[in-house]
């Protein structure tokens, strides 16, 4: 079993600033088989990312993916105010997919 | 407009059962594969089911194999999860999510997620 491991737990930054998230994974991944969402208090996860860097339908251009074999990353190149939530990869395409256990971006 | 309103969650006490309801509008419904994802209070994101859009072929995580039957009815457009030998750590949100790919295969990428029901089980 695959096992995504995501860094920093925590990330506390400003607005302006520009994010950077990392996946990890156990073994090597498929660039096909890499997404990112966004999850806000109370809120369901939103698609931001698959394929390791397409972007979902809807998403600035501010968030971009990148990474391949076992090293994934997750930008956001300006951060706004909305942008402050907890980010989640997931590994898809097998018989059982699987998520990070999530870095949150603090203010 | 794609929607996922699920339903059916609630207090049961271990080893009970539930069936869990996702009602979609929006797409033709039996050309996409959909899932169930979990979410325990204060936790992480983890997959727990899926179902292909024919209803051919189904997927479960280790943790509730035997135990979790997911299914769909596309006459009706809905999803269901029934779960059954209930325990303390299948407390969570559950969600009921989309395939974005429209051939019915599961790949497990969600582009649509409802907005999740919540099943507590306590004694």
């Known amino acids: 079993e695959i096992v995504l491991t995501q860094s920093p737990g925590t990330l506390s930054l400003s607005p302006g600033e520009r994010a950077t998230l990392s996946c990890r994974a156990s073994q090597s991944v498929s660039s096909s088989s890499l997404a990112w969402y966004q999850q806000k208090p109370g809120q369901a996860p939103r698609l931001l990312i698959y394929?390791?860097?397409s972007r979902a339908t809807g998403i600035p251009d501010r968030f971009s993916g990148s990474g391949s074999g076992t090293d994934f990353t997750l930008t956001i190149s300006r951060l706004e105010p909305e942008d402050f939530a907890v980010y989640y990869c997931?590994?898809?395409?097998?018989?059982?997919?699987?998520f990070g256990q999530g870095t949150k971006l603090e203010i | 407009e794609v929607q996922l309103l699920e339903s059916g969650g609630g207090l049961v006490q271990p080893g009970g059962s539930l069936r869990l309801s996702c009602a979609a509008s929006?797409?033709?419904?039996?050309?996409?594969?959909m899932s169930w994802v979990r979410q325990a209070p204060g936790k992480g994101l983890e997959w727990v089911s899926a179902?292909?859009?024919?209803?051919?072929?189904?997927y479960y995580a280790d943790s509730v194999k035997g135990r979790f039957t997911i299914s769909r009815d596309n006459s009706k457009n809905t999803l269901f999860l029934q779960m059954n030998s209930l325990r303390a750590e299948d407390t969570a949100v559950y969600y009921c999510a989309k395939d974005p790919n429209s051939n019915g295969w599961y790949y497990g990428l969600l582009d649509y997620w409802g907005q999740g029901t919540l099943v507590t089980v306590s004694s």
């Open positions: 179902i292909s859009g024919s209803a051919g072929t189904t």
């Open positions: 929006g797409f033709t419904f039996s050309s996409y594969a």
């Open positions: 997931q590994r898809y395409g097998t018989s059982q997919a699987t």
């Open positions: 394929g390791a860097s």
